[in-house]
Each structure stands twice: as structure tokens, then as C-alpha cells.
């Protein structure tokens, strides 16, 4: 089995091909080949036994997905594009990024010629939803993103559908909640103290909290997220029916039960790491995002993820520290 | 004022041109221009009295959006597009003429710079929505449409909102129901019948009834789709909010009380006429249309339909057949 991944260089893409390469096989078929693609260029994981390619090119640019698609990937995890603050800044780019290439993408595939009928997995984000919501947000609750972000995303979910009814391919899209706990250095991204309150205090730093505790939001893991990637890989034409655009699942909690979980997880001594201090800009960003999802389909489709906030911290603690906590 | 007119050699863009040059304005202030586009030459009402640019040229060709807006319109009309089945039938033609077309408009809006901020009244289509359906369909139902015409008008709904909320534009997007009594002769389209079963007996002919009586649609007239045109040109950004996309509202009846109604106003003769010959194709197709609008928020916002079918009717008289039933 041959997988194209896009986004190979970002945080999902790496921890999504880390499993890929643990695994050694994608639903029962072994992997004999991987391209990575990303701007950047993605390192590649120790123990790799497929071949590998590795494209360092935008996705955007003539030429680059037909060469991508030439291949003939069985498998396409489409995860490449521009963040939420990044496109809603450079209007362009994010255009370019987030759907001018999956447009790219997806013509190539259809344009491959052969009865070439891969699977297509792409990464949305419950960015596409705008308020004001109902709660909890349910499946059938319509797509009127206020980023442009959500607007592009919103986008690729409408033609990966139309291309998959025109049998072109076969495709899924993820919704993917807030992953939680995001691992690297503090960002300037609005949502980053979600995971900043839990990662930094478990490394012994000191973290900010810009919000009111009462705050609610639905988080992932970075492990969940790529265990959604995997199933859905796996998911059969007929599981889906024509609505292959779905509403991932994930922990609800306010910001003061994950701060309760790292109490209970950690001590008083972490959980005092972190320092109240409100910011008026980040408190107007996060009141406009979606707070809680039904999800109920991808349930049903055996999505899976955390039970619960504690859950989310272990996977922190194993997954990016070794189980050691500072 | 200045108004920009694509698609005016089709139905809806002639009978707006007709009501603009009736008027002679809109929404009280003085219509001096009239651009009005197509790709072939769209016919010019008598009486006019404002100055006439014609364009025959293909919107989504390069250059010709640029064109258009170089004039500088206050208020675009953006009526064109290919029709559900061609768009069905040729893919490629399909996203040109109903994606990219919208997308070279709303570019060559951005670019054209000197604080340049046009009203677009968009025609989206009830095509928007795939089954299964909620009954009514209310104003927060997803989009999932199940053609590529559908698709198409969704992603032109959300470029139009993202367009507006970056400040490019006021944009308002239109999601007309069936019009019905269309004018002219009968067509291929599996939604003919709707308008045929009453324009043909009323003209003398026979029409054919390939669904059965208990079908359930949504129809707005010709006068009413124009209307909708005209009303939401005169609405500021204040009273839209952000969800600049609004289902029309229309007259829900069966087959069996358009023909009812029919009968009451033309006599039994006449309903006569029609002749049932079921047809499979027609059938299934026509059974995966959404039937049933809720509306709710075009109404609150000033939108109006039809009260009856009788109504639907008694326009076609007027406005086709100058008041005289054959």
C-alpha cells in the first residue's frame, strides 16, 4: 500500500506518520511505500521499513499535485494549509493554501486517468461552524464560519463530497475539535493557553491563563486525532452514505476541570503554575467559537475519543514526556 | 446609479431588466447605467432611459470581471450561471461558469480598489440542500447538496459571506425556490412539468404529468423571484447580520392543488388538458428535492411571496399572456 500524506512537516502529519511507520500496515494491508509532502521539509521517523519520498513543494503551485498523484497513492491524508490566524491574515495565502491546492489535489486525481479511486482523507475543523450555536452543536447544524479559515475549509468539505459523489474518489472529512495538549514552545495562536495551562506547568514553567475559568471547550488529543485520521481510512463508502463530512468527537470541558485533572494528576505545586491573567482580545476571540458538539454520527461510525480530561494529560505525560513530570 | 446585470439574457436577469427600466430606479434613487452581461446578447426592453453597456462575453473568461467592475457599479445583480443538468453533465463547464466565474467577480470587486464597495445580490438555489430532509427545512439546516450545481451555489454562498465580512462588498445571497410559471416552451429539465401542467393547458396545448398528484414543492413566480431581487438590494448590512445567505420563502402546495387551483381559474376544460404519464426517472428524481421551506428569516427580513397558487397563477395570466386564457 502506497500513502500519501500532505502536511507532512506539522504536528499531526509527524505524529500521523509516526504511527504509520509503528504500524507498518493501514487496516490489515502492509505499507510498502509513503510520500511526505509539506513547504518544509518533514523529518522522516527512525525504523521507517517502507520507501520513502519525500516532496518538498507546495501543493499549490502547477505541477505539484500531478506529480504527487502520479504515484498513485492508495491512501491521501490531505492535511496541508495555512492556520486560522495566518489566513485570516494574508487573504491570499490562505486562499492559495487552504483551497486553491485541495482543488489542485483534487483535480489531479480525477485527471490521473486508470481507474485511479483512492481514498481521500482531509482534515476540516468545527472552525467551519459560526455562531450564534445552539449546545450542544449537532450534525445536521449549518456551516456559517466568521474566519476565513472556516470559510476555506467549509469549501474543500462541500467539493471533497461532490467529487466523491461524481466518483472520482472516495472521501471523508474530519471536523477536528481543539487538540489538546498541543506539544512545542508557547504560540501566539488565541487558543493556545487550552494547552499552554496543562503542558507548561508540567514542564515546570509557569503558564498564562487569558480566560475566565468558566470557559467550555472540546478538546482531542494529538493521539486521538490521528486514531480519527487511521479510522477513517478504513471507513467503507457505504459506512459513510453521501454525507462524508463529519463532526469528530472529543472532551467538554471548562477550563476549570482541566485544571482540576491537572491537579489531580500533578499536585497543587503544577497546578499553582499557572497565572490569571485576563486578556480582553483572547476573552472576545474564544467567546466566538463553538463550545460543544453532538458528534453523534462519527460516534455511531466508531469514532473514538478521550472519556475524559485526565485522559488527555496521561497522553501528554506518556506520549511527549517520557512519563516524567517535572 | 449604476447597476451591473450577469446573466441578463436569461429569464430571471430579462424580467429584472424589465422591472429596473420600468422603475427607473431603485430603492429612490435614479438608475443612470445599465451593464448588463451574458454570453450571448441579452435583448434591451423599450423605454429605456438610462445609458446601456452591453457586454457579450463569458464572465469567467480572463479579464472580464475586471472589466465590468472597472465601471464601477453600485448595485450587482449576479444572476449567472449554467443550469442544474448541464452542470450535472459537464463538470468542467459546471465549476467554470458557477464557481469560478463568482470567484473572478468577487476578485476583481477586491482589486478594484479607491474604497470600491458594491452591493451583490447573489441567486443561490434550494439546490443547496440534499435529503434527508427535516420537514419544514428551517433556516439552520446544513448544505449538502447532492449535484454539482447544489455544491457550486454553496461554495458561492460562502465565498459571497467571507467576501462581506472582510469588508469587500455588502453581499446577500438569494436561495430562490422553483419558479413556476416559467415562460416559454417545455424543456428537458425534470422540474419542466411544475410550470408545463399549467402553461401548456392555459395555451391550449396538452402537458404531461409524469409524478404523481401528491407531490409536495415550493414555488415562487417569476414577479415574486424578481422581488426577492429587488428587496434584497435595499437592505443594509445592519439588517442582514453575518448570515447574508437566507432561504426565499414561497407557496408549498401539491400537484394536486396546482391543479385545483388551475381548474377554479381556468375551468375544467382547460384542466383537462393535462395528461398523467408516469415517468421513473422524473419520479426519483424529483423525490430527492427538498420540498418544504421554513423561511423564517427572509420573512422577518421583508421578503415576500406568494399567498396561493391561485396567485402563482393569475401572474402568468398577467404577465404572459397579457390576461387572455386560450
Request: net charge neutral.
Amino acid at each position: 500500500m502506497h500513502i500519501l500524506v500532505t502536511g507532512a512537516a506539522g504536528m499531526i502529519g509527524r505524529k500521523l506518520i509516526e504511527r504509520l511507520v509503528r504500524d507498518r500496515a493501514l487496516h490489515g494491508r502492509a505499507i510498502d511505500k509513503l510520500t511526505l509532502t509539506d513547504v518544509v521539509a518533514p523529518a522522516l521517523p527512525l525504523g521507517v521499513s517502507a520507501a520513502v519520498d519525500i516532496v518538498t513543494q507546495d501543493l499549490a503551485a502547477p505541477g505539484v499535485a500531478e506529480k504527487l498523484v502520479a504515484g498513485r497513492p492508495d491512501v491521501i491524508f490531505h492535511i496541508a494549509g495555512v492556520v486560522s490566524a495566518e489566513a485570516e491574515l494574508d487573504f491570499d495565502k490562505g486562499y492559495r493554501s487552504n483551497l486553491d491546492a485541495m482543488r489542485a489535489l483534487l483535480e489531479a486525481v480525477r485527471h490521473a486517468g486508470g481507474n485511479f479511486h483512492p481514498k481521500l482523507v482531509f482534515t476540516s475543523s468545527c472552525a467551519v461552524f459560526g455562531g450564534p450555536f445552539p449546545d450542544p452543536i449537532g450534525d445536521e447544524f449549518h456551516l456559517t464560519p466568521h474566519t476565513s479559515y472556516g470559510t476555506q475549509k467549509a469549501i474543500c468539505e462541500l467539493l471533497l463530497a461532490d467529487y466523491t459523489r461524481r466518483g472520482f474518489l472516495d472521501g471523508v472529512g474530519l471536523r477536528l475539535p481543539a487538540i489538546c495538549v498541543r506539544p512545542g514552545k508557547p504560540n501566539k495562536a488565541a487558543s493556545g493557553f487550552f494547552s499552554s495551562i496543562i503542558r507548561e506547568p508540567l514542564a515546570g514553567h509557569d503558564a498564562l491563563l487569558p480566560v475566565d475559568e468558566k470557559i467550555l471547550h472540546t478538546h482531542a488529543s494529538p493521539r486521538a486525532a490521528v486514531g480519527f485520521l487511521i479510522h477513517a481510512a478504513g471507513l467503507s463508502p457505504e459506512q459513510l452514505g453521501p454525507r462524508i463530512n463529519l463532526t469528530m468527537p472529543g472532551v467538554s470541558c471548562t477550563v476549570a476541570e482541566q485544571i482540576v485533572a491537572l491537579r489531580r494528576i500533578a499536585g497543587d505545586n503544577v497546578a499553582a503554575r499557572i497565572r490569571r491573567e485576563p486578556d480582553p482580545l483572547v476573552i472576545r476571540i474564544v467567546d466566538g467559537w463553538p463550545h460543544r458538539f453532538d458528534a453523534a454520527r462519527a460516534r455511531a461510525l466508531g469514532f473514538v475519543a478521550e472519556q475524559s480530561f485526565d485522559e488527555i494529560i496521561r497522553i501528554h505525560i506518556e506520549d511527549e514526556l517520557g512519563g516524567v513530570i517535572s
